[in-house]
């Protein structure tokens, strides 16, 4: 869910239990980003919700896994901030290709709020802070409800 195009989506959070995992690095853009999936979660009334805090993007997938096993949906959020090194497409590649893992192997729904930037104004665009253009907080949140709302109705 990104920009133009994306959905009006309102989900019913009540009876879920939601974890949110988040990276530690870029703290003004973390902090957005976890308001966004809070006040989210917040406003669709979910059940219980735990924040847990991670080095960095690379450790959401680790994390994830645990949480998974105990919550409804996982919201994972993180930025990484293209550097003159290869390290960006590494961590972006890994921390992408982890939650995809997570969600696959344990049927959680994972809300995707990784942020990965061309530079930090890009960043701080997305974090759903005053002057933001985007939460993706808000949209990691909502993406991880309305996925276990439907596979609950799937069941």
């Known amino acids: 869910m990104s920009g133009s195009g994306s959905p009006e989506i309102t989900v019913d959070g009540s009876g879920l239990r939601v974890a949110i995992v988040a990276a530690s690095?870029?703290?003004?853009?973390?902090?957005?980003?976890?308001?966004?999936?809070?006040?989210?979660?917040?406003?669709?009334g979910c059940a219980q919700t735990t924040?847990?805090?991670v080095p960095g993007s690379f450790e959401l997938p680790v994390v994830a896994r645990a949480l998974a096993a105990?919550?409804?949906?996982v919201?994972?959020?993180?930025?990484?901030?293209r550097g003159g090194t290869p390290h960006f497409d590494y961590v972006c590649q890994a921390a992408t290709w982890g939650l995809t893992q997570v969600a696959l192997e344990?049927?959680?729904?994972?809300?995707?709020?990784?942020?990965?930037?061309?530079?930090?104004?890009?960043?701080l665009d997305r974090a759903g802070l005053a002057g933001s253009s985007e939460s993706k907080g808000h949209e990691a949140a909502t993406a991880?409800?309305?996925t276990a709302r439907t596979l609950a109705d799937l069941r």
């Open 106 to 123: 344990t049927g959680t729904p994972i809300g995707f709020g990784v942020l990965t930037c061309d530079d930090e104004q890009q960043a």
């Open 51 to 53: 924040l847990v805090r």
């Open 25 to 44: 690095w870029h703290t003004q853009v973390m902090d957005g980003l976890v308001a966004g999936a809070q006040q989210t979660l917040s406003e669709a």
């Open 144 to 146: 991880a409800l309305a």
């Open 75 to 81: 919201v994972a959020l993180g930025v990484v901030i």
């Open 70 to 73: 105990e919550y409804d949906a």
